[in-house]
């Protein structure tokens, strides 16, 4: 199944789509949009775009398991997504997917404005990994 994983922030939003068999996870881009309105219509666009059969959204956890203002906004883009969409739309746990997209592009060699632009991208892609080896894990891939 081709899903897209999506790290939603204020300003930036980082998309990622795995390949149909559910092996390789890559980023596909970064929606730079404040208005949660226009932010969501570009994700819904972005389904579209890339054929995709499901949305995983980032969930921001604090690290005891209890839910802040951020994971409120992410929670009200699922249910905004689910309304508009056809394809199921879920919500995946992305504690420290920040910190690992951050080691992820250090080892790269990847910093300054350059990091900044793709490191939602790659959350993203961190997001989509961890969904995917659950999936494969419980038995709920193809």
């Known amino acids: ?18 390949d149909r068999t559910e092996f390789l996870a890559s980023p596909v ?6 208005s949660f309105a226009k932010a969501a219509e570009k994700i819904v666009y972005a389904t579209r775009e890339f054929d995709v059969e499901m949305v995983v959204i ?7 398991g209890s839910e802040g203002p951020r994971a409120e906004k992410c929670r009200r883009l699922a249910q905004t997504l689910s309304n508009i969409l056809t ?5 995946w746990d992305e504690r420290q997917t920040t910190m690992a997209a951050a080691n992820i592009l250090s080892a790269n060699g990847t910093y300054g404005k350059k990091r900044k632009q793709s490191i939602d991208a ?13 999936r494969k894990n419980t038995g709920r891939s193809q």
């Open 87 to 91: 394809i199921p739309v879920e919500l």
């Open 29 to 34: 881009g970064v929606i730079e949009e404040k």
């Open 58 to 64: 980032g969930l921001p956890k604090n690290m005891d």
């Open 122 to 134: 790659v959350s993203a892609v961190v997001i989509l990994e961890g969904y995917m080896a659950w």
């Open 1 to 18: 199944m081709k899903i897209m994983a999506v790290d939603f922030g204020d300003v930036r939003t980082g998309l990622a789509v795995c």
